[in-house]
């Protein structure tokens, strides 16, 4: 990616697969960071639990878009 990848939100695991999943259910890349340490060691909470949802710098508005309104329940159809 030419802007490289930018951190739209740092969650638990389970969270971070949500946001993933809303993401791509957008139609947009994805990447997490941090989720092999949790996988590894069993952390799923706290600190060492956190994972990064990145996705590329062109989109982050639009990703940013989707996690506020996704979050108030309010998720946009108009793809």
Same mark, same amino acid.
């Given at each position: 990616m030419p802007g490289g990848w930018v951190t739209v939100a740092v969650r $638990?695991? +389970?969270e971070a697969l949500m946001v993933q999943g809303l993401l791509e259910a957008a139609g947009? =890349? %994805?990447r997490l960071l941090g989720e092999a340490l !949790?996988?590894?060691y069993g952390f799923?909470? !706290? =600190?060492?639990g956190m994972v990064q949802v990145q %996705?590329? *710098? $062109? +989109? *982050?508005g639009q #990703?940013?878009?989707?996690l *506020? #309104? !996704?979050?108030?329940g309010e998720v946009p159809h108009d793809r």
């Open positions: $638990e695991r +389970v947009l =890349p %994805v !949790g996988n590894i799923n909470t !706290g =600190p060492l %996705v590329p *710098a $062109e +989109v *982050a #990703a940013r878009d989707l *506020a #309104a !996704g979050f108030q």
